[in-house]
T-cell receptor, first 112, second 116 residues
Framework: NAGVTQTPKFRVLKTGQSMTLLCAQD?????MYWYRQDPGMGLRLIHY???????AKGEVPDGYNVSRLKKQNFLLGLESAAPSQTSVYFC???????????FGEGSWLTVV | AQSVTQPDIHITVSEGASLELRCNYS??????LFWYVQSPGQGLQLLLK??????LVQGIKGFEAEFKRSQSSFNLRKPSVHWSDAAEYFC??????????????FGAGTRLAVHP
């Protein structure tokens, strides 16, 4: 079982470039999430989705867009990358209710 | 608003000593509570979770946590720390709706160092 898979794992971008992070889960989960992790701040929720075709803003949504066209995939887009978006990004999924949330292994993004 | 506070940013203990990591939460309803551990350069591993029932929860790697509603706390404990426990620990509360949650809110984390 692959669980939650994130691609790419590492990326360096120049300021102003765009990119998309892909999250794929094979557990048929309804809920999917994108978090960013910065030193001393824990994980902060960027956007999330409660089902195919839905998205919602989290704590820190500015500068990011998301799409959930297929239930198993949740894409995070940076239209015009900024150095402040240098971070580690984690995707997660869960079935809903009180079920456990599962995390991907992280994507390290550096914007120079 | 929901929030999680981990008062200790860094903790250092000697190998074999006992450990307690503090976590306080703010949430209006019955919380879903979690502890995760993250080794350097790695993802998050779930140590334990509390949804309901017995307030003392056992997890993996010899960890346990106690839910105290009156203190809004969910502290993580281990009776004897091993060098391999050196990592960052995150407390989280599941927020959203009655009977479940639709997002996790994390504390800022506690970095544990273990002296030989």
């Amino acid at each position: 079982n692959a669980g939650v898979t994130q691609t790419p794992k590492f990326r360096v971008l120049k300021t102003g470039q765009s990119m998309t992070l892909l999250c794929a889960q094979d557990m048929n989960h309804e809920y999917m999430y994108w978090y960013r992790q910065d030193p001393g701040m824990g994980l902060r929720l960027i956007h999330y989705s409660v089902g195919e075709g839905t998205t919602a803003k989290g704590e820190v949504p500015d500068g990011y867009n998301v799409s959930r066209l297929k239930k198993q995939n949740f894409l995070l887009g940076l239209e015009s990358a900024a150095p402040s978006q240098t971070s580690v990004y984690f995707c997660a999924s869960h079935q809903g209710g009180g079920n456990t949330i599962y995390f991907g292994e992280g994507s390290w993004l550096t914007v120079v | 608003a929901q929030s999680v506070t981990q008062p200790d940013i860094h903790i250092t203990v000697s190998e074999g000593a006992s450990l307690e990591l503090r976590c306080n939460y703010s949430y209006g309803a019955t919380p879903y509570l979690f502890w995760y551990v993250q080794s350097p350069g790695q993802g998050l591993q779930l140590l334990l979770k509390y949804f309901s029932g017995d307030t003392l929860v056992q997890g993996i790697k010899g960890f346990e946590a106690e839910f105290k509603r009156s203190q809004s706390s969910f502290n993580l404990r281990k009776p004897s720390v091993h060098w391999s426990d050196a990592a960052e620990y995150f407390c989280a509360v599941g927020a959203g709706f009655s009977g479940g949650y639709n997002k996790l809110i994390f504390g800022a984390g506690t970095r544990l160092a273990v002296h030989p």
